[in-house]
C-alpha cells in the first residue's frame, strides 16, 4: 500500500491518455481472454434449459469425478500445509547447509511440466517399478487408481503454502520466539501464540491457492487416471472425456461447476486479501 | 518441538496411508461373498459409443443366466496409449484394441499369455473396419483417391501413428496405394508418403481428437479414419461431410483379448471370458453394424449391405508381413514414420 502512494506522488503526473489507454487495454483483455469465455460456459451449459443442466450434472459419472475432485484437493491442502509450515519453518529459522537447495526444491514443481510429474511416479509406483511387487503384494494400488491422483495433486500444489509463507517468516526474524523460549514457553505455545498470529492470513492465503490450483489440475493427474470412467476421473478429466463423447452441453455443465467452485475460491480469497490487510 | 514435529510428520503419513488403503483396492474383482463382479474394459478410442450400447446388452445377458450381476467400468484413449497404460499396471480385465500389435504389447509385459490370438474366433476379431476419407460437403477439393492427398492445396487431419491405432492404419493403407501405384518402388512410395504428411495439419493423439480437429474445429479438407468413425461423424452432421472410399484400403482387425494376469487375481476369468465370447453373438454383431463396425458374423453383415460398401479393395496386415515386421518397419523408434517425419 505504502509504495503505491509513494510512487503516485514522486513520479511526474501520468496523463490521462496514457491512463485510459492503459486501463482500456487491460479491461479488453479480461473481457475477451476471461470473462467471454466464461459467460460461453455458463451459456452453453444452459443451452438446452435448466432441467437438462440438472441432469448432465447429476450424471452418476459427474458425481464422481466431483467427488474426487474434492477429495484429491482435500488431501492436497492438509497434507501441503503441514508440509509448507515445516518446510517453511526450517527455512527460516534455522541455520543449516543446503537450505538454498532446500528453497529451490520445493519450489521445482512450478517449473516442471505436470506431464513429467506424472510420468515420474508411474516410474516410481507402476508395474515397471522396483517396489510394485511389494505394492501388489499388500494389494495397494497407486498409479491408475485415487491414491496416484492423490499424489500427482499433492506434487503439483506443494510450493503454494510454503511460498506464500517464507516471505513473512523471514520479516518477522526469530527474536520474538527467542524472547518466547528464554521465557520458558514450550515449542508447540511458542508456535501457537507468537508464531502462528503472525503468518495465519498468509497460510489462509496459500490455502486458497493450493485448493484452486488443486483443483483444476488436469496434466498429471491425466498420466495417472487412466480415465477408468466413475473411478479415476476428475473434473478436469471428465469434461474432456465428454467432448470426446460429442457430449458438449454436459462437458460445459460440468465445467461450468469448476467455475462456480472457482468463483467460491476467488471471494474467499478477496475476503482473506482484505481481512488480512485490515489486521495488519 | 521434536515431539510435536514428529506428531505432525505421523499424522501426515497415516493420511497417505489411509489414502491408499481406502481407495487402493476393489475396484475391480468380485467382491467376496457378493454375487457382484466388477471388471474393466480397457478399449481404443472411438469404441465409446459401441461399448455402451453392447455393456448394457452383455449386463442383461449375464444377468438372465446368472445368479450375479455386473458392471463394466470402460476406459478410452489412443490405442497405444492405452496399451502401455495396462503394460504399466492400469488394471483391465478384458483389453479391445485397434490392432494385434497393442494387444502385444500388453503381453510383451507379462500379462497376457502368449496364443490369445486364437483364444476366440477369427483371430480374436469379432468386428473389423477399414480407413476412408471424409471430406466436407460436395467435396470442394475434389479429393477422390490417396494420390490426391499429395497435393499442394490438400490440408490433411490424421491422428499420431506412434500413439494411435487407427493412425497406424491409416499409414498402411496409404502405403498399400502408393506400392500398387509406383510399382514397389521404394523410393518414390517415400516420397509420395513424405508428402503426405507434408501436408498433415494436426497430429491428434487418438482418432477421436483427431475428428473433433475436423468435425468440431474445422481444420483440414481431409480426415484420414476409421469406416466407423467417419460414418458416426455423418450421423451427427449428414448434412456438413460425406465419404469417400478410395481405391485400395486397408481390412482393419481390431483385436480383443483376456487379460490373464488381472482375471487370475481379481477371480473375473469366467465373467471376463463370457464378455468377449457374447461379443460374437448375433445381437452384439447387430449392435456393432449399427454402430458402423463391420461384423464379422457373414449373415448379420449381410443386413448392413446398404451401409457398407461391401465391394471396397482391401489389402490386410499379412500383405505387410504381419504386426511385427510391419512395426519394425514403419512405426518403431527409428523407423519410418520417424525418419519422414523427423525430416519435415
Same mark, same amino acid.
Given at each position: @500500500? ?11 503526473k501520468?496523463?490521462? /491518455? ?34 437438462a ?72 509406483? *507402476? ?28 506434487? /503439483? ?9 517464507l ?15 528464554? @521465557? ?31 483443483? *483444476?489440475?488436469?496434466?498429471?493427474v ?10 479415476t ?10 467432448? *470426446?463423447?460429442?457430449?458438449? @452441453? ?25 481481512? *488480512?490487510?485490515?489486521?495488519? | ?6 506428531? +505432525?510428520?505421523?499424522?501426515?503419513? +497415516?493420511?497417505?496411508? &489411509? ?20 471388471? #474393466? ?7 465409446? =459409443? ?8 452383455? %449386463? ?10 455386473? =458392471? ?12 502401455? =497404460? ?22 510383451d ?22 480407413? !476412408? ?10 479429393i ?5 492427398? &499429395?497435393?499442394? $492445396? ?12 487407427? &493412425? ?7 502405403? &498399400? ?11 518414390? #512410395? ?12 494436426v ?19 481431409v ?17 456438413d461431410?460425406?465419404? !469417400?472410399t ?13 487379460? $490373464?494376469?488381472? !482375471?487370475? %487375481?481379481?477371480?473375473?476369468?469366467e #465373467? ?20 458402423f463396425?463391420?461384423?464379422?458374423n ?33 512405426? +518403431? ?12
Amino acid at each position: @500500500m505504502a509504495k503505491e502512494t509513494q510512487s503516485q506522488t514522486v513520479g511526474a503526473k501520468p496523463s490521462p /491518455v496514457v491512463k485510459w489507454l492503459l486501463i482500456g487495454l487491460s479491461v479488453l483483455f479480461l473481457f475477451v481472454m476471461l470473462v467471454l469465455p466464461l459467460i460461453t460456459v455458463i451459456q452453453e451449459a444452459l443451452r438446452k434449459g435448466f432441467a437438462a443442466y440438472r441432469e448432465a450434472i447429476s450424471d452418476p459419472d459427474a458425481f464422481s469425478a466431483l467427488n474426487l475432485t474434492l477429495e484429491a484437493t482435500v488431501f492436497a491442502v492438509v497434507i501441503n500445509t503441514v508440509f509448507g509450515l515445516f518446510a517453511a519453518w526450517a527455512v527460516t529459522k534455522f541455520r543449516f547447509h543446503g537450505k538454498k537447495l532446500l528453497v529451490t526444491l520445493i519450489d521445482l514443481p512450478v517449473t516442471v511440466s505436470p506431464i513429467i510429474a506424472g510420468l515420474i511416479y508411474v516410474l516410481t509406483f *507402476g508395474r515397471q517399478s522396483a517396489i510394485y511387487p511389494f505394492l501388489e503384494e499388500h494389494d495397494l494400488r497407486v498409479v491408475y487408481a485415487v491414491p496416484g491422483i492423490i499424489l500427482a495433486t499433492v506434487f /503439483v500444489t506443494f510450493p503454494f503454502i510454503s511460498r506464500e509463507l517464507l516471505p513473512v517468516l523471514e520479516a518477522q526474524g526469530t527474536d520474538e520466539e527467542e524472547a518466547a523460549a528464554m @521465557m520458558g514457553a514450550k515449542g508447540f505455545t511458542i508456535f501457537r501464540k507468537i508464531t502462528l498470529p503472525h503468518i495465519r492470513w498468509a497460510l489462509l492465503y496459500g490455502i486458497v491457492l493450493c485448493t484452486a490450483r488443486a483443483m *483444476g489440475e488436469f496434466g498429471a493427474v491425466s498420466v495417472l487416471s487412466g480415465h477408468l470412467r466413475g473411478q479415476t476421473v476428475t473434473l478436469p478429466l471428465q469434461v474432456e472425456i465428454l467432448f *470426446g463423447d460429442n457430449k458438449y @452441453m454436459p462437458a460445459f455443465a460440468v465445467s461450468s461447476i469448476l467455475v462456480i467452485l472457482a468463483v467460491v475460491i476467488l471471494i474467499v480469497r478477496s475476503i482473506v486479501e482484505y481481512i *488480512g490487510k485490515e489486521k495488519k | 518441538m521434536k515431539k510435536n514435529l514428529l506428531k +505432525a510428520f505421523a499424522l501426515s503419513g +497415516a493420511l497417505l496411508t &489411509a489414502a491408499v488403503s481406502l481407495t487402493g483396492c476393489g475396484s475391480s474383482g468380485k467382491a467376496a461373498g457378493s454375487n457382484h463382479y466388477s471388471i #474393466v474394459n480397457v478399449s481404443y478410442d472411438p469404441t465409446r =459409443e459401441l461399448y455402451v450400447a453392447y455393456n448394457e446388452a452383455f %449386463k442383461k445377458h449375464w444377468e438372465s443366466e446368472h445368479d450375479s450381476t455386473v =458392471e463394466i467400468t470402460q476406459s478410452h484413449g489412443g490405442s497405444g496409449k492405452q496399451a502401455l =497404460e495396462v503394460a504399466n499396471g492400469n488394471p483391465a480385465d478384458v483389453v479391445t484394441l485397434a490392432l494385434e500389435y497393442d494387444v502385444k504389447a500388453v503381453e510383451d509385459a507379462g500379462l497376457i499369455e502368449p496364443g490369445w490370438l486364437s483364444e476366440f474366433p477369427l483371430d480374436s476379431s469379432p468386428y473389423t473396419s477399414t480407413i !476412408v476419407f471424409l471430406v466436407r460437403k460436395g467435396n470442394p477439393k475434389n479429393i477422390l483417391d490417396w494420390g490426391d492427398l &499429395a497435393r499442394d $492445396d490438400v490440408g490433411i487431419i490424421t491422428p499420431n501413428p506412434k500413439t494411435s491405432g487407427g &493412425a497406424r492404419w491409416n499409414h498402411l493403407a496409404a502405403w &498399400a496405394w502408393a506400392q500398387r501405384e509406383y510399382n514397389n518402388d521404394e523410393t518414390q #512410395v517415400l516420397a509420395y508418403i513424405k508428402k503426405l504428411y507434408e501436408n498433415v495439419l494436426v497430429l491428434d493423439s487418438g482418432a477421436r481428437g483427431a475428428t473433433n480437429s475436423f468435425v468440431e474445429n474445422k481444420q483440414g479438407d481431409v480426415l484420414l479414419a476409421w469406416e466407423n468413425e467417419a460414418f458416426l461423424s455423418l450421423k451427427e452432421y449428414p448434412d456438413d461431410y460425406e465419404i !469417400v472410399t478410395p481405391s485400395i484400403s486397408i481390412l482393419a482387425q481390431p483385436s480383443v483379448a483376456i487379460v $490373464d494376469k488381472v !482375471v487370475d %487375481k481379481n477371480g473375473t476369468r469366467e #465373467v471376463a471370458t463370457e464378455y468377449l465370447n457374447y461379443l460374437y453373438s448375433e445381437e452384439a454383431q447387430r449392435i456393432a453394424g449399427q454402430n458402423f463396425y463391420r461384423p464379422s458374423n457373414e449373415q448379420v453383415l449381410a443386413e448392413f449391405g446398404d451401409v457398407f460398401d461391401l465391394s471396397i479393395n482391401l489389402v490386410t496386415i499379412n500383405d505387410f508381413g504381419g504386426w511385427d515386421e510391419a512395426f519394425a518397419k514403419h512405426f +518403431a523408434d527409428g523407423g519410418l514414420f520417424d525418419q519422414i517425419y523427423e525430416q519435415n
